[in-house]
């Protein structure tokens, strides 16, 4: 079976971080040539969309960068140019089939990773034999570089070495893949993904047949129910009033800027930084939740298709939120990623009239819903978004759903989600609650706590 290892690593001296720096950047920087002149090819001089972009000389350019890289390294670089260049064909041939409805947003062609002057990403990937890695006492990693850095680092030959922080989920694997490698500018780190293959038997985790329901949301990112009867709520408004006061900023500048300019180094900046912070955030939140679930023996977890559900039922206000602050199919694809690490499968699945749906009495027509509230005529009141995570949970699930304990509730502080002071004691599991949007009227507790 297929996992994942993440771990940051560390340069042992200031000259091994420039010779890393410097493999990061050439590979962002061979990833751009590459794709400038495939998408030269792409658009062609009569404006029209074709795909000769594989006549592209990508020799010449493995020749250009190899003393830095290594063969294998530009190799590796190219080749997972070509993988997102088939995705995007892909994906374009999915969203012109007209019986194919899994596609409904307008496929772009791959992206580039900064330039020169403001700022590559520094990003790059290493081939599966170009690379090792020894866990023990002192885990290292060891990458292959080009000739032309042979001598600017402390590791022999032409192999850089790093020290590893931290422990892997899978030490004891059959096979790697090819090592994902890029710098966190946000917590200024750098970062490594490492695929791996181990045995099924090989599986020494708690995972049990729980399971997980999330309801993705604009003002609180993440509500979650298990069936073990635990609750959490990511709470996500002082998030998105940064982002909203970045954006609001970045149209400012681009309102003073001259007739045939369209952007500035400042204006660039700013929307690195504030997608940074977005990422940095929804990283972190994915692993602090799945470390949760992970612990709880969840092995399978739900998050809802929001494809038919954003304009057809939330304001256009909260699909902005949604679309570009929450950027929701980026957050499903890491959560993906996240969770293969702790061998835990994500399913989308259509969450439908949840956030509508009266859990005493099932009616979606007399229920009502304001901003964190619902409230139905049958005199249920709760928590709108833990009480969809919850039917949404009911929805899919064949396991039996224990009774709701407390929810927990997160806020982000820049650096880590912690427990909100105003989340309910669980030490008295059968207080009242004071929040009068988390409890029935009658005073008995709605979706987050058994009665």
């Known amino acids: 079976m297929k996992r994942t290892n993440t771990f940051a690593v560390r340069p042992l001296t200031d000259d091994d971080e420039q010779v890393l720096r410097n493999v990061l950047d050439a590979s962002a920087s061979l990833w751009n040539e590459v794709n400038y002149q495939r998408l030269m090819r792409y658009n062609d001089e009569d404006g029209f969309e074709n795909e000769d972009v594989w006549d592209a000389d990508t020799g010449h350019l493995e020749g250009k960068y190899k003393g830095v890289l290594g063969g294998s390294t530009a190799q590796q670089v190219i080749a997972k140019n070509s993988e997102a260049w088939r995705g995007f064909f892909k994906t374009k041939k999915s969203y012109h089939d007209e019986s194919n409805m899994s596609v409904t947003e307008h496929p772009e062609p791959p992206g580039f990773r900064g330039n020169r002057d403001d700022g590559r990403v520094l990003k790059g990937v290493i081939r599966k034999d170009a690379y090792s890695v020894e866990w023990g006492d002192r ?7 080009g000739e032309d850095l042979r001598d600017k680092h402390n590791s022999p030959k032409s192999r850089l070495r790093l020290e590893i922080v931290g422990e892997p989920n899978w030490s004891d694997y059959e096979d790697q893949s090819r090592l994902d490698l890029w710098y966190d500018e946000t917590t200024c780190t750098f970062r490594a993904s490492q695929p791996v293959t181990v045995s099924d038997d090989a599986r020494d985790t708690p995972l049990a047949d729980e399971t997980a329901a999330l309801d993705i949301g604009a003002n609180n990112l993440v509500a ?27 149209a400012r500048l681009q309102s003073k800027l001259k007739e045939d ?9 700013l929307h690195r930084k504030r997608t940074r912070r977005r990422d940095h955030a929804q990283e972190a939140l994915c692993r602090e939740l799945l470390e949760r679930l ?25 699909n902005a939120k949604t679309h570009n602050f929450w950027a929701f199919k980026k957050f499903t694809k890491r959560l993906a990623c996240t969770a293969e690490e702790y061998g835990i499968s994500v399913e989308v699945q259509s969450e ?3 956030s509508n749906e009266c859990p005493q009495c099932g009616s979606t027509d007399r229920t009502t819903r304001h901003q964190d509230t619902l409230t139905c005529s049958c005199g249920f009141e709760g928590h ?13 699930t064949q396991t039996e759903v224990r009774p709701m304990a407390r929810p927990v509730r997160f806020e982000w502080d820049d650096h880590e989600w912690s427990e909100s002071p105003y989340s309910p004691r669980r030490e008295s599991p059968k207080e009242q609650r004071t929040d009068q949007s988390t409890v029935h009227r009658d005073g008995k507790v709605a979706s987050g706590e058994a009665a």
């Open 139 to 145: 885990s290292r990693l060891e990458i292959l570089v």
């Open 224 to 250: 979650c129910t298990t069936t073990t009867g635990e609750q959490y709520l990511y709470e996500g408004r002082g998030l998105f009033e940064r982002f909203r006061e970045t954006t609001k900023e970045i």
């Open 261 to 269: 300019q369209y952007s500035s180094k400042r204006i660039r900046r």
């Open 294 to 318: 992970y612990a709880e023996g969840v092995s399978t977890v739900y998050i809802g298709d929001l494809t038919d559900v954003l304009d057809a039922h939330w304001s256009a206000e909260t």
């Open 352 to 354: 439908a009239w949840t």
């Open 384 to 396: 709108a978004d833990l009480t969809a995570s919850e039917t949404f949970l009911k929805r899919h």
